[in-house]
Nanobody, 115 residues
C-alpha cells in the first residue's frame, strides 16, 4: 500500500523560506507524477507544483520563480523549496502521487506565513 508523509511545515515571516518534504513508501510504478497541492481555509485544494518521472516540472503561476519542486527516486522523497513566501501562501500543503488512474495523498502539513 502506498503511503505518503509530509513534513517541514511551520510558521515563517513573509519573505522567508521553508522547505517541505514528502516521503513515500510502497510499490511505486516507475512512471508516476508527484505533486504538491495546497488548501487554504475555506478554499478548494489546488495544485502548486508537479514533477513527473522524467523530472519535467510544472508550477502554478503564483509560485513560479519562488518555489522549486524536486524528487529523489532512490530515497523515495519529493521536496518543495519555498522562497519569498507571502501571507497568501498560507495553507495546508499536501503531497500527491499519481500513477495510472490511482491517486494517493498524504495527510498534509500546515504552512503559515505571517505578514
Amino acid at each position: 500500500q502506498v503511503q505518503l508523509v509530509e513534513s517541514g511545515g511551520g510558521l515563517v515571516q513573509a519573505g522567508g523560506s521553508l522547505g517541505l518534504s514528502c516521503a513515500y513508501s510502497g510499490i511505486i510504478f516507475s512512471r508516476n507524477v508527484m505533486g504538491w497541492y495546497r488548501q487554504a481555509p475555506g478554499k478548494q485544494r489546488d495544485l502548486v507544483a508537479s514533477i513527473d518521472s522524467a523530472d519535467n516540472t510544472d508550477y502554478v503561476d503564483s509560485v513560479k520563480g519562488r518555489f522549486t519542486i524536486s524528487r529523489d527516486n532512490a530515497q523515495k522523497m519529493v521536496y518543495l523549496q519555498m522562497n519569498r513566501l507571502k501571507p497568501e501562501d498560507t495553507a495546508v500543503y499536501y503531497c500527491k502521487l499519481s500513477e495510472g488512474t490511482m491517486n494517493f495523498w498524504g495527510k498534509g502539513t500546515l504552512v503559515t506565513v505571517s505578514s
